[in-house]
Structure formats: structure tokens, C-alpha cells
């Protein structure tokens, strides 16, 4: 799976824009997060990555890709926290991360590093 992280205007309709675009292309946003302030930013998990990159180009996006990789974990108190302090012991600065699911008594979590 590929993250789309894009930097836009921080104006009304920016979103719009750019999921429209994705949805002009048939494609299904499958996760997204959107912060604005100063600049704003969206990041965006999809169906379809080749689709999707061509949709930001042909509205000439400002955007990078990255590699999301998965880990599934129990779901309970301090599983989060001792994943993310594994991978900052290891050196490895995460990008991103995101709870993708939770299913009963385990959680899937997408991220992506450096």
C-alpha cells in the first residue's frame, strides 16, 4: 500500500480538490487525515496507487509517496506505546501511523518511516 502525503493551499475546497480528483479516477480513499493551519496537509491511503498518482499529476499536485508497512498487535493498554518505543530504540523515526483496524482483541496499524 502507498501513502499519498500532499501539501496544499490551506483554503476552503483544497480537500475537495484533491479527492475529487482521486474519485474522478475511480479510485476509493480508504484513509485520510487532513491538518491545516500556517500550510495544510492531507495524507491519503487508496485502492488503486497508479490511478491515484496519475489523478494528482494531471492536477499537478504537490505530493510525495511513500511504502506503508503493517504490523498487527493485541489491542490492549500499552501496545501502541511499546511498539513505537521498540522502533524508536531501534533508531527508525516513524512518518506516519495509523490505526487501520480493530478487531476484537487485535489491531492493525500501518506506518511509515524514514
Given amino acids: 500500500m502507498k501513502e499519498y502525503r500532499i501539501s496544499m493551499n490551506d483554503e476552503a475546497g483544497a480537500l475537495a480538490d484533491h479527492c475529487e480528483a482521486i474519485a474522478a479516477a475511480d479510485v476509493n480513499i480508504l484513509a485520510v487525515v487532513a491538518i491545516g493551519g500556517d500550510s495544510a496537509s492531507a495524507v491519503i491511503l487508496t485502492d488503486n496507487p497508479d490511478a491515484t498518482s496519475g489523478a494528482l499529476d494531471d492536477m499537478g499536485a504537490n505530493y510525495t509517496v511513500a511504502d506503508l508497512k503493517s504490523i498487527k498487535m493485541d489491542h ?3 501496545a501502541l506505546a511499546s511498539f ?3 522502533m524508536a530504540s531501534s533508531g527508525v523515526n516513524l512518518k506516519s501511523l495509523y490505526i487501520m ?14
Avoid at 104 to 112: D, K
Fill in 76 to 78: 490492549e493498554p500499552g
Fill in 84 to 86: 513505537t518505543r521498540g
Fill in 101 to 114: 483496524s480493530i478487531d476484537g482483541g487485535s489491531a492493525t496499524i500501518g506506518y511509515t518511516t524514514d
